[in-house]
């Protein structure tokens, strides 16, 4: 057998942990491989944030457009050139990617290698390039950020349909007639109002009784409603059980408490979820453990149970976010290179679904906190009660936070509203200061703006005995 080539640290995925994590690897004088099998930037870059959220700003263009007359503008028929809006896309993901792909080449230390990773042994990996070149190469330090990918349910006949998922719908460049979506979680939400407002009708199957099943009732409920006020159909509690083709179109059969339905459409798109891969690592090379669903099992410090080895991002379980993915990356860093001990416990986890209005979430739900036993109060605030909001025409949603009945700190909250990823930053602040709420209920902020109605969100539960 061939020598392996030494490195000091091998990075297997160049997602938003792995990317800047060789970088500080290489600056500060390790030798470092980062070993990509398609294309650099990972999920986010290519297939996950910034392609969508650019075809979700065309989204709401279309939306605006269509409302114009609300605003005393008027306009003539509005139509959607998927085809140009597709390359606006492209655009824009190949200049974030080749902006990244330059940064890593000019970086000293730093290769950057295309190919298929798996592990040979405890701290080796082979690497087949898609030449079927195969290198073997080794380090001290390992660390995974290789990712996840759209599942397949088992679903009778959907081997023998020609279904989407995350990344072809992207692709397309002619509307479907008639959108199927199974699965009712931030995918399939996304992707469902958006391609509403391009023109198609849609409808989403979700298998329980709301969408986006981790949010409270109430937002779940809101959300159901805009969604069915944008046109998109929602059926909720019902299990898909088969799906066909017939005549080039999809047949997909659900049942539920009243029984079997069939829904005829032009496309489905799956969105149920995402898997780890874990699967062509040959991980057990290096004993490194997975847990029932192949997650990498890791520690609060990211170590997996091979000693040297990390696993950072997706991969690893947990939430599935770009911003959750980069904090990896600052704790590796802080721990290997500062010789600090930083860890994920007790990490704040925000989040936004970009549907429409948006919502943003952080910290505890109010399920989640009753369930903890914990005694809080609950601040709501409807968006139609918000200056802003009204000036704009945009009263849908509401606000909500949860604070403790004690300490009046702020748990949690959800921002179901214009802008609200942005006015749910606002409260993290705040809980990553350990303000209490009366701070921002007497807080004096600009008017007219979102982050004002914070005064009244607080003051409006003051007001309730």
Known sequence: MTTPQQYDAIVIGSGQAGNPLSMALAGSGMRTALIERTHVGGTCINEGCTPTKTMVASGRVAYLARRAADYGVHTGPISVDLAKVRQRKRSIVDTFRNGSQSRLEKTPNLDLIFGDASFSGPKTVAVRSKDDDQRTISAKYIFINAGTRASRPKLDGLDSVPFLDNISIMELDALPDHL?????????????????????????????????????????????????????????????????????????????????????????????????????????????????????????????????????????????????????????????????????????????????????????????????????????LPMTSVARALEVDETRGFMKAIVDAESGLILGAAILGIEGGEVMSALQIAMMGKLPYTALRDGTFAHPTLAESLNNLFAAMDSIH
């Open 180 to 380: 199927l979506i199974l699965g009712g979680g931030y995918i399939g939400l996304e992707f469902g109002q958006l391609f509403r407002r391009f023109g198609s009708r849609v409808t989403i199957v979700q298998s329980v009784s709301q969408l986006l099943r981790r949010e409270d009732p109430d937002i779940a409920e809101a959300i159901t409603k805009i969604l069915q006020e944008d046109g998109v159909e929602v059926v909720l509690n019902a299990r898909a059980t088969r799906v066909s083709q017939l005549d080039g179109s999809i047949q997909l059969v659900i049942a539920s408490q009243d029984g079997s339905k069939i829904l005829v459409g032009s496309h489905l798109l799956v969105a149920t979820g995402r898997v780890p891969n874990s699967d062509s690592l040959n991980l057990a090379a290096a004993d490194i453990q997975t847990n029932e669903h192949d997650f990498i099992k890791v520690n609060g410090r990211l170590e997996t149970t091979a000693e040297g080895i990390y696993a950072l991002g997706d991969i690893k379980g947990g939430p599935a976010f770009t911003h959750v993915s980069y904090d990896d990356f600052r704790i590796v860093r802080a721990n290997l290179l500062e010789k600090k001990a930083a860890s994920t416990k007790d990490r704040q986890v925000p989040y936004t679904v970009f549907i429409d209005p948006q919502l943003g979430r952080i910290g505890l739900t109010e399920v989640e906190a009753r369930a903890q036993g914990r005694k809080i109060r609950v601040a709501k």
